[in-house]
């Protein structure tokens, strides 16, 4: 259902408010370069620091702009299964074409737990879900074997995988059904996770090069992998500047130095630092992106 190269949009703030202008242009740009779907409110949208209210706005501007043109996979995820329900109820009317859940962060819940959690949200909102694994921000990992019950579960249609570990992810290809999308969640390692038998990738770098990375995840699938690994390699000093620092503080910097937003982060995020900001405006002119 989800596949391909879907954008992890940020948000753009000014004086302190989401910047609906900015967003809406961002969409645009997106839609524009090609890219297969839209992910707002993830953890490069900043969800944990919007509001409630900001972040079902957020959504609703995205669908808006979208327009039906590309999917909007919108970020309902949260340490609280019932606040993960309540806002991927939201989602769905606002006309989403699925969620995109983070496993419970801080909880620390056990492989049962982590199965209950999505299986409620399932149950409850009958919507497509895209399951979020990545052990570095939630402090549990969703095992294999766990996300092989989870893909039984009708709704639950695909993983965003950021254990970073790959032969976790070719064992949950191999779990899985042949129609779960298995999405990386690195950038850096989009192409092996196609190459063991990925869907695409949800990209933080398709902010700033968004074609570049939907030619590389179609030339893969189109059986040109040295096309593919050509593309992987130029954008590969890219993924790595962008994770200087905690994300999104990089892809932030990067986006406000090509005009498209206000460089502007909510605390406890702060500004991109001097020497990463010269590394990061060096390599955006390599690409040529600047």
């Known amino acids: 259902m989800f596949e391909g190269v879907l954008t992890a949009l940020v948000t753009p703030f000014r004086d302190g408010q989401v910047d609906e202008p900015a967003l809406r242009n961002l969409v645009e740009r ?40 590309v999917p909007v996979v919108a970020g309902t995820g949260s340490n609280s299964t019932r606040e993960a329900i309540d806002l991927t109820r939201h989602a769905k009317e ?47 990992n969703i095992l294999p074997e766990t996300m092989a019950r989870l893909a039984e579960i009708e709704q639950v249609v695909g993983v965003k ?33 196609l190459a063991v038998g990925g869907r695409g990738v949800i990209s933080t770098s398709s902010n700033l090069a968004p074609a570049e990375m939907a030619e590389l995840v179609r030339a893969f699938r189109a059986g040109e992998p040295d096309r593919a690994r050509d593309v992987h390699r130029r954008l590969l000093p890219l993924f790595e500047v962008l994770f200087c620092e905690t994300n999104p503080i990089p892809v932030k910097a990067a986006v406000a130095m090509l005009g498209a937003i206000g460089e502007e982060l909510r605390l406890p995020l702060t500004p991109l630092s001097a020497p990463h900001r010269e590394r990061l405006r060096g390599v955006l002119k390599e690409l040529g992106l600047l």
Not at 110 to 136: C, D, K, M, S, W
Not at 166 to 185: H, I
């Open 30 to 69: 997106q839609i524009e370069a090609g890219v297969d779907g839209l992910v707002p409110c993830g953890s490069t949208g900043e969800a944990a620091t919007l509001s409630h209210a900001e972040h079902r706005r957020v959504v609703e501007i995205v669908v808006d702009a979208a327009r039906g043109r």
């Open 94 to 140: 606002a006309g989403a074409d699925g969620a995109l859940l983070i496993s419970p962060y801080y909880n620390k819940p056990t492989q049962q737990g982590l199965y209950e959690h999505y299986a409620a949200i399932a149950r409850e909102t009958e919507f497509p879900l895209v399951v979020y694994n990545i052990p570095g921000r939630t402090a549990s």
């Open 161 to 193: 995988e950021a254990s970073g570990d790959l032969e976790q992810v070719s064992k949950v290809v191999n779990l899985c059904p042949e129609d779960f999308a298995v999405l990386s969640g690195d950038d850096a390692l989009t192409l092996p996770i």
